[in-house]
């Protein structure tokens, strides 16, 4: 089974309990902490609950004339994430959304209309 890397990009402060337990349950505490979990339909459950709060790792390959989406499971350290024009990234190539239609609103608004996902398939958006 595939694995996704989670990200708490915002604190709890002020946030619902539903919210908050849904984020204890994917394992994060603190603003910046991740883990990589098991790609499964209860952790995207999780995900979708708290939204706005957590961001699932995609890394975007705009080089070729179709981007190529990767889900990024790296472990490096660096990860300081900026929220650049209302998207997380760290400005090296890896994006967090929580929900699929935002990274495909993403890859829209750059003026694209297809792309490669992490399964080797294009998807029209």
Do not use: H
Not at 19 to 28: D, E, P, R, T, Y
Not at 82 to 95: L, M, R
């Amino acid at each position: 089974m595939s694995k996704i890397k989670v990200k708490l990009l915002r604190g709890l402060a002020g946030e619902s309990e539903a919210n908050i337990q849904a984020v204890k349950s994917l394992g994060l505490k603190k603003r910046g902490q991740e883990r990589i979990l098991q790609d499964n339909p209860m952790v995207w459950g999780n995900i979708n609950k708290a939204f706005k709060l957590v961001g699932v790792a995609y890394r975007i390959d705009f080089s070729g004339e179709i981007p190529k989406v990767e889900r990024d499971l790296s472990e490096e350290g660096y990860c300081r994430i900026i929220n650049k024009d209302g998207v997380y990234t760290n400005g090296e190539g890896v994006y967090y959304f929580s929900r699929i239609t935002d990274l495909e609103d993403f890859l829209k608004k750059k003026g694209y209309t297809r792309y490669i996902n992490w399964e080797g398939k294009e998807v029209e958006i």
